[in-house]
């Protein structure tokens, strides 16, 4: 059983970065993993995936440019690195997983696991 929990969020000015981590207990390659956000009155969004097996990594055109995502393999960690945060991005980030490969930026409906969520508010 996967287990993700999210630390990293908090209160940031325009133009900040922001780190979020994802510690993934029972985590393997075979897993897809990655981060969604929700902002109130939105729905949930892909933001940024490290895919199964091949470690593609995929964003949402929103984030290109401005978010990275890495992993820790020995620490069975995922990051995201957030920079240049506009208010826009704030929102609930939620690290997710699957036991599958995905081609593209995936829905939220196909992941099986979740933490527990980490705000993240971009504010002056």
């Known amino acids: 059983q996967l287990q993700l929990v999210e630390s990293g969020g908090g209160l940031v000015q325009p133009g900040g970065s922001l780190r979020l981590s994802c510690a993934a207990s029972?985590?393997?390659?075979?897993?897809?993993i990655g981060w969604f956000r929700q902002a109130p009155g939105k729905e949930r969004e892909g933001v940024s995936f490290i895919n199964a097996n091949d470690g593609n990594t995929y964003y949402a055109d929103s984030v290109k440019g401005r978010f990275t995502i890495s992993r820790d393999n020995a620490k069975n960690t995922v990051y995201l690195q957030m920079n240049s945060l506009k208010p826009e991005d704030t929102a609930v980030y939620y690290c997710?997983?699957?036991?599958?490969?995905?081609?593209?930026?995936?829905?939220?409906?196909?992941?099986?696991?979740w933490g527990q969520g980490t705000q993240v508010t971009v504010s002056s």
């Open positions: 029972g985590f393997t390659l075979d897993y897809t």
């Open positions: 997710a997983a699957v036991l599958s490969s995905v081609s593209g930026l995936p829905k939220w409906e196909w992941f099986d696991y």
